[in-house]
C-alpha cells in the first residue's frame, strides 16, 4: 500500500503536465464546409393543401451558431403556421 502511495506521488504529476501540455482538439475541413449555414436564415413559404391540413402560408426564423469550440453547429427555429393560428 505504501509503494502504491509512493508511486502516485511519483507518476501523477508527471501525467498531469504531459496532459496540460497537449494543444486542444481543432475541427477539421469537414466541419468548415457546414459555415454555410452559421448566420440568420429566413424562410417564407406556402404550403399546398394536403391530407395533414388545408394550403395556407407559413414563415420560420432560424439561427445557426457554432459552439464547443467548432465542433457542432447549434440551429434553433422558430416559425408560424398561418393555416393553423400557431
Same mark, same amino acid.
Given at each position: 500500500?505504501? +509503494?502504491?502511495?509512493?508511486?502516485?506521488?511519483?507518476?501523477?504529476?508527471?501525467?498531469?503536465?504531459?496532459?496540460?501540455?497537449?494543444?486542444?482538439?481543432?475541427?477539421?475541413?469537414?466541419?468548415?464546409?457546414?459555415?454555410?449555414?452559421?448566420?440568420?436564415?429566413?424562410?417564407?413559404?406556402?404550403?399546398?393543401?394536403?391530407?395533414?391540413?388545408?394550403?395556407?402560408?407559413?414563415?420560420?426564423?432560424?439561427?445557426?451558431?457554432?459552439?464547443? @469550440? @467548432?465542433?457542432?453547429?447549434?440551429?434553433?427555429?422558430?416559425?408560424?403556421?398561418? +393555416?393553423?393560428?400557431?
Amino acid at each position: 500500500m505504501k +509503494r502504491l502511495a509512493v508511486a502516485l506521488a511519483l507518476v501523477g504529476p508527471l501525467v498531469a503536465a504531459t496532459v496540460h501540455t497537449q494543444a486542444p482538439p481543432k475541427s477539421g475541413p469537414e466541419h468548415k464546409r457546414l459555415s454555410y449555414f452559421a448566420g440568420k436564415w429566413t424562410t417564407v413559404g406556402e404550403q399546398k393543401a394536403n391530407p395533414f391540413g388545408p394550403a395556407g402560408e407559413f414563415t420560420s426564423s432560424d439561427s445557426c451558431e457554432w459552439i464547443l @469550440g @467548432g465542433f457542432f453547429l447549434k440551429c434553433s427555429s422558430e416559425g408560424k403556421d398561418v +393555416r393553423r393560428g400557431w
